[in-house]
């Protein structure tokens, strides 16, 4: 397989575990608690890093906002050699019980997506593999690191799901079939990376930070400080849930 078209990755530069920010400039981040991180690549919405952290190869690719952006760099990973993807991003909570600083492991998403719909119907399910996600649960407890696991809403339209502040009727109406059915937080990518994943026979789970509940009155205190604490600790999370499935694949893989 040659070069791929958008990412500008060949094979022989990603790893096996691939770490999916949405955001480009987080890519050097996360990629600084690697040992050895060199850049790959960077085109367009997708900036590619490639390291390793305790000898275990890990890649960082952005992909970008929403799921038609995201499915393309899970494609063309897939097609040079990646197998396991972990979204590390950002979501607003809907449910009264998160709020800033939150992290959330998502065991599935609300396919509330467009891209999707063009691989497979609407009534399959996007889920995260079981072993992914149990490992990221895993590493967070053992790390002492609290985090909240559920099901997420991904949307496309960002300015209809993202409301802080006052809300009137007529866009509360937006969030209370999901609200009914505990559904966390909305977000944009996890639904377009779990349905690809799983079409091509890969892995994938996603850890997101809350950046505040859409749904309170007035927006939540949430430093620049915060943000990078919470990063911090999802990489943490990110890199020993690797660990752990790369170590005891008889505890971690199907």
């Not at 409301?163 to 007529?170: C, D, K, L, V």
Request: hydrophobic share 40%.
């Amino acid at each position: 397989m040659s070069l791929q078209y958008h990412i500008k990755c060949k094979p022989g530069d990603v790893a096996k575990y691939v770490i999916l920010p949405g955001d480009p400039g987080r890519v050097p981040l996360i990629a600084s608690y690697l040992d050895n991180a060199r850049k790959i690549a960077e085109n367009r919405e997708y900036v590619t890093y490639t390291g390793t952290w305790k000898g275990i190869g890990i890649s960082v690719t952005s992909t970008g906002i929403g799921c038609p952006a995201a499915t393309i760099a899970v494609e063309e990973l897939a097609n040079i050699g990646a197998e396991v993807f972990i979204r590390l991003g950002t979501c607003g909570g809907i449910d009264p019980s998160v709020h800033a600083g939150d992290i959330i492991v998502a065991e599935a998403a609300v396919r509330g997506d467009g891209a999707t719909k063009e691989y497979l119907p609407v009534e399959y399910p996007a889920v995260g593999d079981h072993y992914v996600i149990r490992a990221l649960l895993d590493s967070a407890r053992s790390l002492g690191i609290g985090v909240k696991r559920g099901i997420v809403w991904t949307h496309d339209a960002y300015y209809r799901g993202t409301w802080i502040g006052e809300m009137p009727p007529s866009k509360r109406s937006v969030y209370d079939p999901w609200l009914e059915g505990g559904v966390l937080c909305v977000e944009n990518e996890v639904s377009g990376i779990y349905i690809v994943s799983r079409v091509r026979r890969k892995r994938a789970g996603a850890i997101l930070l809350c950046m505040g509940n859409n749904l309170v009155a007035e927006p939540e205190a949430f430093s620049q400080e915060d943000y990078m604490k919470g990063v911090e600790k999802m990489v943490k999370i990110v890199l020993n849930a690797v660990k752990l499935m790369e170590e005891d694949k008889d505890e971690y893989t199907h």
